[in-house]
């Protein structure tokens, strides 16, 4: 009995930390997923096009590198938990075959038309997911509003009301709603998957012996195996919601047009920025671009535009609001690509493979800058001293304060 004791303790210990080491495993692989997930999204963002991002939207990325991201995390974790429950049903259907190849035909046969059952109504509530996907898109969109237009809200009672209430509330709402009814048609067919593996015990204890398929010994084993097998397929039903956020946000991700498969040429450092010490001529030969302007039918084409510009000049692009100063400024500096026309540094044509190198001769502070609070891409022991003595000079001193080399 002792040596009995001691076994078991031992198994006991054993299951103790094979669990917590898969858990643990489990937990590290996801987690790294997660982050190649979210960095590898990052990176494709930085070199897609900034005309294809602006049409893609800020709200529609953050809800891809967190929600979506998230619920794909999700997933991972219970893709071992699918796996081994698939697989006690996968040795159970041996089991049964081996008592009764007959039988487990049929019972297969039954199974096929459960789960093609169950997965039109799963349909269903997938497209009601899908819609709260694609709402949740407009719900960032006003948040996005509410947190940059705080003080507009604030100045206006009737403005913040009717934001809250028409606009927020009823996006939220939407929201809620289109989860509700999909989790809750979710909750439908698998209270449906309960109710066919009842019918399937019921077909093995009362059909088969009336049919004289099988005789009592093979019949108490094919009752104890399906009894068995309840566990697994409830575990399997309850994942199954996960697993379909988790493809409708792969959906999503794939939706952007982000270049998922690969990064563009653009992103290739081809030679160093300039220095600045040699005569600069920046030639624009010919370009266009085209792009739909609001409350207009038809697209804009701005150009086609020739110009020069030489190192030392001071030039001053002057037009009416939508004439194109801004889209002019975002085609000399690189950000977007003419769709004709050839732009040339030094007698250099830059090329896809030129873009990026082409950017770094350009600094810019456009009306929708964003400040970083720390000096990034710049080194050297004395930053602190300098852009506080610059603070000083502009007189900011008082407002800001370096420390770390963070504002």
């Known amino acids: 009995i002792r040596w009995q004791i001691v076994v078991f303790a031992i198994l006991g210990l054993m299951m103790l930390l094979a669990n917590f080491a898969s858990r643990a495993l489990l937990i590290q692989i996801s987690q790294r997923a997660v982050l190649q997930l979210r960095l590898q999204l990052s990176e494709r963002i930085l070199a897609t096009p900034l005309r294809l991002l602006e049409q893609v939207g800020g709200p529609r990325l953050l809800v891809a590198l967190s929600d979506d991201t998230f619920a794909i995390s999700s997933a991972l974790t219970i893709v071992p938990s699918i796996c081994s429950n698939l697989a006690t049903m996968a040795v159970c259907m041996i089991y049964l075959g081996w008592l009764s190849p007959a039988v487990l035909v049929s019972l297969l ?82 209270s449906w998957g309960h109710f066919l593996f009842f019918v399937l015990i019921a077909l093995a204890l009362f059909g088969l012996p009336s049919a004289g398929y099988v005789d009592p010994r093979t019949l108490l084993g094919y009752t104890l195996i399906i009894l068995y097998m309840k566990a697994p397929v409830e575990i399997i039903l309850a994942l199954l919601p996960m697993v379909a956020r988790a493809r409708i946000a792969l959906r999503q991700l794939e939706s952007l047009g982000l270049q998922l498969k690969s990064l563009p040429a653009e992103t290739e450092q081809n030679g160093q920025p300039h220095s600045g010490s040699v005569a600069m001529l920046l030639e624009l030969d010919g370009i266009t671009h085209s792009y739909r302007r609001e409350r207009e039918e038809g697209s804009f084409t701005l150009g086609p535009i020739d110009l020069r510009f030489y190192s030392g000049e001071v030039v001053f692009l002057v037009g009416g609001n939508g004439s194109g100063k801004t889209t002019l400024a975002k085609l ?28 770094q001769h350009f600094t810019a502070v456009f009306s929708d800058f964003f400040l970083f609070e720390s000096f990034l891409g710049l080194a050297g022991p004395n930053l602190d001293a300098q852009a506080s003595q610059y603070l000083k000079d502009l007189e900011l001193d008082h407002k800001v304060e370096i420390k770390d080399g963070r504002l």
Request: with cysteine.
């Open 332 to 359: 000399i500096s690189g950000l977007y690509v003419p769709e004709s026309g050839d732009i040339r540094l030094n007698g250099i044509t830059i090329t896809d493979g030129l873009r990026d190198y082409y950017r």
């Open 109 to 190: 046969g039954f199974m096929l038309v459960s789960m093609i059952s169950y997965q039109r109504v799963a349909a269903i509530a997938q497209r009601y997911l899908r819609r709260a996907r694609l709402e949740q898109d407009n719900l960032f969109q006003h948040y996005r509003s509410l947190t940059e237009g705080t003080k507009e809200l604030k100045l206006h009672r009737e403005r913040r009301e009717e934001f809250l209430k028409n606009i927020l509330t009823t996006t939220a709402e939407e929201c809620r709603h289109l989860n509700t009814r999909g989790m809750t048609i979710y909750a439908g067919a698998d």
